[in-house]
């Protein structure tokens, strides 16, 4: 491993055609969040029975997760949305490529639990059609590209592959308790 660090805060220029793949990265999850928003609802009632008991406990009577979903969206697409803009500037720091980056895997990292979660309950689950054909492609894409045109480095690839997998699913779990409480 190089002695380099591996995020640096002095500004990178971003190519142009790049920007607009990173600016338009929040719509793109945007797709994946709308799909298991217009499926939860169904799937949770019809796999009520199969759910773990602590999800059941936590979801009480209460088998509509529609808003929680809708506030968990809304509140990850801002945030997403805000990075990616930062991101997308022409002159963006390394520190900010890094951050869109490690949200880039973290998405990817759900992409990839939802993939797991169909193979444990062998079927559908809500945001599968659009992980697999949308969410995992553009991820893998869009780091490679960050990585080709140097904006981060081969060693930060790995580092963040693996905090993508370890904060996605807290990140879920502290989105969707969030919208619990609205």
């Known amino acids: 491993m190089s002695t380099q660090c591996i995020v640096s805060s002095r500004s990178t220029e971003v190519p142009p055609r790049l920007r607009r793949w990173i600016a ?13 928003l217009a499926t939860v609802r169904a799937w949770v009632a019809d796999n009520w029975q199969k759910l773990p008991d602590p999800v059941v406990q936590w979801l009480g009577a209460n088998t509509d997760l529609t808003h929680l979903y809708a506030v968990g969206i809304a509140t990850v697409f801002v ?3 805000a990075v990616s803009v930062a991101a997308a500037r022409s002159s ?17 990292g759900n992409g ?33 590209r960050l990585r080709r045109d140097e904006l981060i480095q081969h ?17 879920i779990a502290i989105v969707l308790l969030f919208a619990s409480f609205l």
């Open 79 to 81: 945030a997403m949305a």
């Open 155 to 171: 060693e930060t690839v790995h580092v963040l592959f693996i905090a993508g997998l370890l904060l996605q699913i807290p990140l």
């Open 24 to 36: 338009v990265s929040p719509a793109i999850y945007l797709v994946h969040d709308l799909e298991e």
């Open 112 to 144: 990839l639990l939802h993939i797991a979660q169909a193979v444990f309950a062998r079927g559908y689950v809500p945001g599968l059609v659009s992980a697999i054909a949308l969410l995992l492609p553009y991820s893998v894409w869009l780091v490679m």
């Open 92 to 108: 963006a720091s390394r520190a900010i490529i890094t951050l869109f980056a490690l949200t880039v895997m973290m998405r990817f």
